[in-house]
Nanobody, 125 residues
Framework: QVQLVESGGGLVQAGGSLTLSCVASGRSFSSYAMAWFRQTPGQEREYVAIIRAGSGGWIFYADFVQGRFTASRDDDKNTVKLEMNSLQPDDTAMYYC?????????????????WGQGTQVTVSS
């Protein structure tokens, strides 16, 4: 069993920055692909970034990121982060950390195995 706890959300003005963190408890963190998703009311949860497991640590981003966000993981600290820059009002959402026992990861929310409770990001114009 893996528990994920996100933090770092908040209110920021357009053009600002936030860094989200997710701390995982449980074993085998380094073998899981980790991902960030986001969701707005009435919309499906969409993927933001995937960090594969393994020393290569390949990272994939959704098209809308456009170089503004940087995802990272620290397997020694069981932590993943999402550094978000040049935030826009369209980035307003609940952001979730997810873990996938498949080390390659997936863009599909329904293929994630564990979820955090989410952290709200609100970007004002």
């Amino acid at each position: 069993q893996v528990q994920l706890v996100e933090s770092g959300g908040g209110l920021v003005q357009a053009g600002g920055s936030l860094t989200l963190s997710c701390v995982a408890s449980g074993r085998s963190f380094s073998s899981y692909a980790m991902a960030w998703f986001r969701q707005t009311p009435g919309q499906e949860r969409e993927y933001v970034a995937i960090i594969r497991a393994g020393s290569g640590g390949w990272i994939f981003y959704a098209d809308f990121v456009q170089g503004r966000f940087t995802a990272s993981r620290d397997d020694d600290k069981n932590t993943v982060k999402l550094e978000m820059n040049s935030l826009q009002p369209d980035d307003t959402a609940m952001y979730y950390c997810a873990a996938d026992v498949n080390p390659w990861g997936s863009e599909r929310a329904d293929e994630q195995d564990y979820w955090g409770q989410g952290t709200q990001v609100t970007v004002s114009s």
